[in-house]
């Protein structure tokens, strides 16, 4: 688990990303689940503890949600909560339970006496602080015409508490034009999504003795492998820059359905998160193909050196994705059987990365490695400095088993938000990181081969490799023989 945020970059977070949470400690006396100002009855449901709140009803929770004219949740709750609660209900019906608290303290205020009735905007400003900061954060909850006509009908009822000089209809004008855009925005690139990439399997370009001559491979494209690597991190953060915090909890929610033994029809396919994890298969496909389909050992052995230098090139940028792409390709059996070719490689470089990922002790020493680069980011004065691209199916484990151990609901029936706090610091630090700005500049040429050079299946690799360094033992004869034939009569 990655360490607490200090309160230095909490500050300097809020600076970066008003509209998100900040996580100054798993449930810190600085918090948003501390005690907040007496409301009355309704605070008898949420449970704390040492002044956390760690449980509640959700009919409880919705009401800590929504702002009175004397209180506003801490931003961190309102983040927390709108995530996790799509675990428990639809975001069209949360709109209406909120709607219908708005109009009821509304009328209250209405009724009640002269000063109370001067608050009206004061209450109106901060209930649309808080859609402002639901449309921008989870701009995707809007993305149906239910949840649309929730937002409008509580708009509506606001803009009457300032009808005379229209200010509360032009702020929420601009934010209607502001999520309208937002939604734009991701269905358009929903409709560009890089579409995944067919590995070769034509014979003609596989049973090779010997490479075309104007067949390209990544050192004619590249041979510096920090330029490579400073390239694969600007595909990385353009990719993840696509990735929301619903996506994420998407997870837990597809989990629960599936738990249950029903579908849920309006969770919507996780895109984005299928792309980026494409993206992680195709370069360790990529760099085996590469390395696979060099016929002379001297170029082979090059270009696995060559590739050994680009992973610790992301390793040293914190683009540590890309580095577990990398040493996974360069893993592959294909590509590990080539005994001749690595015993000419200088491994010591090799063996420092893979005890970086070596996976015992949950991946420990990633993880000693990844708590590193998020301390370096968190005091960082540049953007180089900043970038943390944890390696993504880790990431996605961790929130999985955390749903797992931890359940959903206490014993008495109120929601276990002691998880969800957890649950949402993870995600928020995936949020922080994502937010950088990639420092490097773009080059077409690079990157357009990396992401549309062919690359091989797992039995076309395995056909390269055995006409790279023939088989060795029975079994490879065996493989070599029945992979030769399936793929010329498939032909």
């Not at 949420?46 to 959700?58: A, C, K, M, R």
């Not at 549309?452 to 079994?475: D, K, V, W």
Request: charged share 25%; with cysteine; hydrophobic share 35%.
């Amino acid at each position: 688990m990655a360490e607490p945020l200090c309160k230095a970059a909490v500050k300097k977070c809020k600076e970066t990303m008003p509209q998100t949470p900040i996580f100054s400690s798993m449930l810190g006396s600085s918090c948003s689940g501390q005690v907040q100002p007496d409301m009355g009855e309704r605070c008898v449901d949420p449970v704390y503890q040492d002044g956390n709140l760690v449980s509640g009803s959700l009919e409880a929770l919705i009401e800590r949600l929504v702002p009175t004219m004397d209180y506003y949740p801490d931003r961190t709750y309102i983040f927390t909560f709108l995530l996790s609660s799509r675990v428990f209900i639809h975001p069209h019906e949360l709109l209406a339970k909120v709607g219908q608290i708005c109009i009821k303290q509304k009328q209250q205020l209405e009724t009640g006496t002269e000063a109370e009735k001067a608050k009206l905007k004061s209450f109106a400003a901060k209930i649309i602080q808080l859609l402002k900061e639901w449309t921008e954060t989870f701009p995707y909850d809007f993305q149906d015409e239910k949840s649309m006509k929730e937002l409008k009908e509580i708009a509506h009822r606001i803009t009457q508490c300032d009808e005379e000089n229209g200010t509360v209809k032009k702020i929420i004008s601009q934010m209607t034009q502001n999520l309208l855009m937002a939604l734009s925005a991701r269905s358009q690139y929903q409709e560009i999504r890089e579409k995944f990439r067919q590995p070769v399997t034509d014979k003609g370009t596989i049973l090779k003795t010997k490479p075309q001559s104007t067949q390209k491979d990544i050192l004619s494209v590249c041979c510096d492998p920090l330029i490579l690597a400073q390239q694969l991190t600007y595909i990385e953060l353009e990719r993840v820059s696509n990735i929301y915090p619903e996506d994420l909890m998407q997870i837990v929610s597809h989990m629960d359905s599936l738990d249950n033994h029903k579908c849920r029809s309006d969770v919507t396919k996780t895109y984005n998160l299928e792309a980026y994890d494409n993206w992680f298969n195709c370069l360790s496909m990529l760099v085996a193909t590469e390395i696979c389909r060099v016929v002379k050992k001297k170029q082979r052995t090059r270009m696995v050196e060559f590739f050994i230098d680009v992973a610790r090139e992301c390793f040293n940028i914190g683009n540590f994705n890309s580095m577990m792409a990398i040493i996974s390709g360069m893993n592959l059996s294909p590509v590990a059987r080539l005994k001749k070719t690595w015993s000419k490689v200088k491994t010591a470089k090799f063996d420092v990365l893979e005890h970086h990922m070596d996976p015992s002790s949950n991946f420990c020493n990633y993880r000693t490695a990844l708590q590193g680069a998020a301390q370096r980011s968190q005091s960082a004065n540049s953007n180089r400095e900043k970038i943390v691209i944890p390696v993504f199916n880790l990431f996605i484990k961790d929130i999985y088993f955390l749903h797992k151990i931890h359940t959903n609901r206490l014993p008495n029936g109120q929601i276990n938000f002691k998880k969800f706090w957890e649950i949402s610091r993870q995600i928020h630090d995936f949020l922080t990181w994502k937010q950088v700005e990639c420092p490097f500049e773009k080059d077409k040429k690079i990157q357009t081969y990396l992401l549309t050079a062919p690359i091989y299946s797992e039995e076309a690799l395995f056909i390269a490799s055995f006409e790279s360094e023939g088989p060795e033992n029975h079994m490879e004869k065996d493989s070599w023989k029945t992979l030769r034939t399936t793929l010329l009569n498939r032909a």
